[in-house]
């Protein structure tokens, strides 16, 4: 296998640099929605500024490029260890070149790593061998102020009065934006699952925040589920970064999972508006990044 | 649109009311988690006995922050390498972690305005009508479009801290803010906490 260093560095550099284009276009949307002079639409024009703004200069979007969140899928035969230390590399020359702010901070000693390199979950990496010749890896980059609004709930939960069905995890994901206002960078993304245990949950409800803005749920009742959430999030009324306004959620991604029958978890990672996830695929010598 | 230039006097923060956009141009400094804990404990509290450059420190940022502005942002920094610094990405973080400190911080060093994003709760309210002083929201994310306000840096102190919880001193000029929270007890973000909680109950019901 070649050394893909290089290729990776693209992605992280893409990814902090260059929003993706269905997060861009509901930002838009969501822009002309609000109000003509509200802070809402000033807060969303200057977020469309600086899109444009980072994507020409090539630097951050936003100076919080969180945890990098490498999945790998690999053709069979690939070295699990050498793509490791291929991606390791990379997130270190990326941080030197200043595509990602230095974010490994040792919790016991509280010592800043300074190069984005800590235990093995930092950055996280997961692998996954799957059928065909190309490796296929995404990339997203999940800031701490949004990070810190995710919610777990255990149902049912009494305070909310919501059961064990799709009305209590209707409830409870309200709840969680309610209770997030403004502090994740509304507007936001929900990543939700349903059912798992508390750690697969988490997991899961972040691999829902890989499905495109505007691809809908496969299942059609999950997807109409969806769609009632986003609209009864937006009523209410949080808005962009919490200055009250139309637009509070751009979108809502629902992924189910088996549970234990002792077990009813829903998890809620919210996504900021600065959405940065991107793909690459590598086919031979030939690298792409749709 | 108000420019406000630090130092601020108390006249014009009495001026300011939220929903206000203002244009801040000056020396500021960055100070996030680490920093308001450690301010808080080595000088205001004083549970911890000053070390290292501590005191040194706080001599040298006593003189800014006071009639100044803090501003809780950790930055991404080019030339880190050659200590010829250059802000290359510099939204705001989320402020309310510092509500346990912000009001003290504010008292201590009679700090005028503190930048951030998400707002901050009663604590701080209270200390923004005290002081008196005002709560500046800039725009979440928005770090490559803020970085063009900051004209240069003049300094950092505690780089020990890391990047991102370091004390950098940088001259910003029209940096964009709004006013979300004022001298006179008004907080947007109060106010639309209980909007939305109103809503919330509706549909909760429903």
């Known amino acids: 296998m ?9 992605l992280i550099r893409l990814t902090s640099t260059d929003l993706s284009p269905d997060v861009e276009e509901s930002l838009i ?6 109000a003509a002079g509200s802070a809402a639409k000033s807060a969303l024009e200057a ?7 980072a994507r020409e200069q090539s630097t951050p979007i936003c100076q919080d490029t969180g945890t990098p969140i490498f999945y790998v899928q690999h053709p069979q035969g690939w070295s699990t260890r050498k793509l490791r230390e291929q991606i390791r590399s990379a997130v270190a020359a990326a941080t030197s070149l200043a595509y990602l702010r230095p974010n490994a901070v040792d919790a016991i000693s509280g010592i800043n790593s300074g190069n984005n390199l800590g235990d093995e979950a930092f950055p996280t990496i997961h692998f996954e061998e799957i059928e065909g010749e190309e490796l296929i890896v995404d990339l997203m980059l999940k800031g701490g102020g949004c990070e810190n609004v995710g919610a777990q709930y255990s149902l049912p939960d009494r305070r909310l009065a919501a059961g064990r069905d799709m009305e209590g995890v209707r409830k409870v994901v309200l709840d969680a934006v309610y209770k997030a206002q403004g502090k994740g960078c509304a507007p936001g993304v929900l990543g939700v699952a349903v059912g798992g245990d508390r750690g697969s949950s988490y997991y899961g409800s972040k691999e829902s925040l890989f499905r495109k803005l505007d691809e809908p749920n496969p299942d059609p009742d999950l997807d109409a589920f969806e769609e009632r959430l986003t609209e009864e999030a937006n009523r209410l009324g949080i808005g962009p970064m919490g200055f009250g306004g139309v637009t509070t959620v751009l979108g809502t991604k629902i992924k189910g999972m088996h549970r234990l029958p002792a077990s009813f978890f829903v998890s809620v990672s919210y996504m900021c508006w600065a959405h940065r996830r991107r793909r690459m695929v590598v086919h031979g010598s030939d690298i792409q990044y749709p | ?6 130092p601020i006097s108390d006249e014009q923060i009495r001026e300011l009311k939220v929903g206000d956009s203002v244009s801040l141009s000056g020396v500021i400094i960055t100070g996030r988690d680490t920093v308001h804990k450690w301010m808080i404990e080595t000088f205001i509290k004083e549970t911890r006995q000053p070390v290292g450059d501590d005191l040194e420190v706080y001599e040298a940022i006593k003189p800014l922050l006071d009639g100044g502005a803090i501003y809780h942002c950790g930055p991404v920094v080019a030339g880190l390498d050659t200590g010829d610094y250059r802000f290359v990405a510099a939204g705001p973080t989320t402020s309310t972690r510092e509500e346990p400190y912000q009001g003290d911080v504010m008292r201590h060093f009679n700090l005028k305005a503190v930048i951030g994003k998400g707002g901050m709760g009663p604590q701080t309210l209270a200390a923004c009508h005290e002081v008196p002083g005002v709560y500046l929201h800039a725009i979440g994310g928005a770090a490559s479009l803020i970085a063009q306000s900051v004209q240069r840096v003049i300094d950092v102190h505690k780089l020990d801290f890391g990047v991102p919880e370091a004390m950098w001193v940088i001259e910003v000029k029209d940096l964009p803010v709004v006013v979300t929270m004022d001298s006179h007890n008004s907080s947007i973000h109060a106010e639309v906490e209980t909007q939305s909680m109103v809503e919330l109950e509706r549909l909760l019901a429903s």
Not at chain 1, 2 to 10: C, K, Y
Not at chain 1, 29 to 34: C, I, N, S
Not at chain 1, 47 to 53: E, I, K, P, S, T
């Open chain 1, 2 to 10: 070649d050394d893909l260093t290089s290729a990776f560095l693209e």
């Open chain 1, 29 to 34: 949307l969501a822009r002309d929605q609000e």
């Open chain 1, 47 to 53: 977020v469309l500024q600086n899109v444009a703004l």
């Open chain 2, 1 to 6: 649109m108000y420019n406000l230039s630090v």
